[in-house]
């Protein structure tokens, strides 16, 4: 377990708790330390209790832990939401002259800095500056020195004037100095600094960034929370690479123009959250039919229906896995970490255009309100690598025109794989529709045609089976006979348990699966475990369905697709050849 | 574009599988006519199409095409548009997959205002399907799941367009091929969302618009004195349930589409083979 201090501060939606909270975990990141944020929140723009949370080591943090050391409380409900959290020497930094917290009790195995962070602020310049007082209050709590906090702060309010910069640092001064002459005592906190310069990023920005690093131009998308965050990062940001996003009037429409854009060329997306993901459904099997490179996050959280919009939950895998009717062929990658999302975002568009069919970048809300330090390398530009797959330009097309000329979009190639080509291109005109379609993409209802088709777009998802790599992350005692199997974000927190778990004498195999599918096939894994656990953030276990599913044993299939039903003459010989010893039956 | 494009240059080697007689046809060929007299090709053009009779339409021309589902042609139609300004967007549709199950994102398009055309084949009829209202059938008008008839009045999509801030709203009759190929074309000229709402009759569902009732009724805005510049007129011609108008109705010559407005100037299609240059800043904010 790294050395660690956890930090809050927490008070009602509207009191600046967001800004005050990144405030100091960029000083902190500055100053070399790592950081792992988290937040307590609700979605309303005032009232309701609200906390920023921020875990901070000089060795890396990869979850937020059950402890907190100091609080600062702007409300008396933020001492009773966090009081599990509370314990023994813990400090609470409040306002006692504050009207509402005037009879506020701290246990007495607690420590109660009352500081008069309003009328401090006052003295300083302005009462809105009150939560830098408090800052400037943790800064001598924790022994953090407050310079590192000037930097922060000059990057918070730089423009808004070199007097207001001013009288923040003063602010926070003020703070530091009453906590030293009123409170004279060693917390017994070291918070020693390093050289190294860290990044601090949450997943929606990750995502964006890698979005905007893998080609990505055009993102339509309609707020919710917890995909807000993509949108707003990639707003003004991409535009300085010839990219653009545009609001739309809802998901329908948002996924829609994304595959419009998609069509036209450009590497293109759209970010939503349970809600918007039902709407776009409607849309996932035109883009998978229709062959169209598309990238389509989900920032899962708390469902059914509108849920709980700012918690967490992993409860969509079914969903994008499964969701819209017929068969659609798709991809679902779920990024385990906030730097694995800035490089499955660029993974997902190599997919959708190597193969042309729609990726489903499953995130969650733990990733998406998290920020944490990296080193900026993690982040190598020079390593992002683009692959735009079959794309066919006007000197090529000759080889993908039928004997009609007619270019042919939906030609059923031996990999699954059709030529593409962006509108514009001259000879390429070519039609495509949502309608059961030939190859030069025009409605069909010929039952060959109709299983060539269906056998040719599942034959891409075979082909990608084959030739990328459907890896897991290992970490732990790759001998150990308990297996812990988990996706997405949960992967930090069971690293750091399985630390916890080794100081008492267990061992375990944990292995990360960032992708849903294609999956690693973990037979081989589970069968060498004794115990087998998956670990994810929903009620029903999804991820152990499938998981359990692929350890099944198998049956023998008799499938039709030809948009005719079964006869009886016709199945009762489908199963004469499957008894016969064929283990897969196409009618 | 090379000049000599002909308006069968629009044309696939399809048949379409429309009634004989259906307005649709007429509607096409307009369309295909506008285009090739507005300078474009196959291979520059994209039409995207809803669902329903009107949605076919995709198949029987020659370009780049989607059909996509129903009721979000145009927000495909516009994201094609943005993501690469050179190419011609034209969305057909009919007045079911617009201006019903469609009719929220009608609204939004023309108030976003697009440098695209819209053109709308109203039947006032669900063909497709085999005769039920639609939502600009008629309050009586009796179908086989309305056998008293709808019971609400029908749409009037070019007061939808003019009160979203439409900057371009026509009307046109699809058997009148001379007048429907100019509207159409004056619509892909119109800088912005050119809406182009096509009375194009079904023969085998509806029996009260028929051709006969449209040519009896309809009149020429250009014969009469007409200011399509004028918000105001417009909104008495669009309001006058006692007639039918065939013209452009309305034009704010003053424009600007939001493509423009916004700055997308580029084929987006085009990146390069890995991060762009200057990306590493981005992550140097983060500091």
Known sequence: ?587 | MSSDIRFTDFKSDKQPTWCPGCGDFGTMNGMMKALAETGNDPDNTFVVAGIGCSGKIGTYMHSYALHGVHGRALPVGIGVKLANPDLEVMVAGGDGDGYSIGAGHFIHAVRRNVDMSYVVMDNRIYGLTKGQASPTSREDFETSTSPDGPNQPPVNPKALALSAGATFIAQSFSSNSQRHAELVQEAIEHDGFGFVNVYSPCVTFNDVDTYDYFRDSIVDLDETDHDSTSADQAKDKILDGDKEYMGVLYQDENSVPYDEREGFDQNMAEIPDGAPDGAMDLVREFY
């Open chain 1, 1 to 587: 377990m790294p050395e660690d201090l956890n930090w809050a501060i927490g008070g009602e939606a509207g009191d600046g708790i967001d800004s005050t909270g990144k405030i100091f975990a960029q000083a902190l990141s500055r100053a070399g330390r790592h950081v792992f944020t988290s937040k307590d929140f609700a979605s309303r723009i005032r009232g309701g209790y609200t906390a920023y949370k921020v875990r901070t080591s000089v060795d890396r943090v990869e979850s937020v832990v059950d402890r907190l050391d100091v609080l600062i409380a702007l409300t008396e409900r933020t001492i009773d939401e966090n009081m599990d959290e509370l314990h023994e020497g813990s400090v609470i930094i409040y306002d006692g002259e504050r009207t509402t917290m005037q009879n506020v009790e701290i246990p007495d195995e607690m420590i109660g800095l009352e500081v008069p962070l309003k009328r401090l602020a006052e003295e300083a310049g302005g009462a809105i500056m009150a939560n830098v007082v408090a800052l400037g209050a943790a800064c001598e709590v924790t022994g953090f020195p407050i310079e590192n906090l000037d930097e922060s702060l000059e990057k918070r309010f730089g423009d808004k004037g070199e007097a207001i910069v001013e009288n923040n640092k003063k602010a926070a001064r003020a703070g530091q100095d009453y906590v030293q002459s009123e409170y004279d005592h060693d917390f017994g906190y070291e918070m020693a600094t390093t050289d190294n310069d860290y990044v601090l990023l949450n997943g929606d920005e990750a995502i964006g960034m890698g979005a905007i690093a893998g080609g990505c131009r055009f993102y339509a998308g309609y707020p919710i929370t917890p995909a807000t965050d993509v949108m707003e990062y990639m707003t003004g940001r991409v535009d300085q690479f010839g990219g653009k996003v545009v609001q739309a009037e809802d998901e329908l429409a948002a996924i829609n123009m994304a595959l419009g854009a998609a069509r036209a060329g450009a590497r293109s997306m759209t970010a939503t959250s349970g809600p918007g993901i039902d709407l776009m459904t409607e849309t996932f099997g035109l883009v998978a039919t229709t062959e169209t490179p598309l990238v389509i996050c989900d920032v899962m959280r708390s469902g059914p229906s509108t849920g709980m919009p700012t918690k967490q939950e992993q409860g969509d895998l079914n969903m994008t896995l499964y969701g819209g009717h017929g068969e659609i062929p798709r991809f679902v990658v779920a990024p385990t970490t906030i730097s694995e999302c800035f490089w499955k975002t660029i993974e997902a568009f190599n997919l959708a255009e190597k193969y042309q069919t729609p990726v489903f970048l499953v995130s969650d809300l733990a990733l998406a309100v998290t920020e944490q330090t990296f080193e900026p390398e993690t982040f190598d530009m020079d390593e992002v690598e683009i692959d735009r797959g079959k794309v066919v330009d006007e000197d090529a097309i000759d080889g993908w025109q039928n004997e009609k000329d007619q270019f042919q979009p939906h030609f059923p190639a031996a990999d699954g794989v059709s030529p593409r080509t962006f509108p514009g291109t001259s000879g390429g005109a070519h039609m495509t529709t949502g309608l059961e379609h030939d190859a030069l993409g025009r409605r069909t209802e010929d039952t060959d045609v109709r299983m060539e088709q269906v056998e040719k777009r599942e034959r891409k998802v075979e082909t990608a089976q084959e030739e990328e790599d459907w890896d897991y992350r290992e970490f732990g005692d790759p001998d150990a006979d308990t297996l812990v199997i988990s996706w997405g974000s949960n992967e930090g927190a069971m690293r750091e348990g399985l630390e916890m778990l080794d100081d008492d004498g267990i061992d375990v195999r944990f292995l990360s699966v960032p992708y849903i599918f294609p999956r690693p096939d973990l037979s081989e894994e589970i069968e060498a475990a004794d115990q087998t656990i998956v670990v994810e953030c929903n009620a029903t276990g999804q991820f152990a369905d499938v998981i359990e599913h692929d350890v099944l044993e198998r049956v023998d299939r008799v499938n039709k697709y030809d948009g005719v039903r079964f006869k009886a003459d016709e199945l009762a010989a489908e199963i004469k050849e499957a008894v016969a010893g064929e283990s897969e039956v196409k009618a």
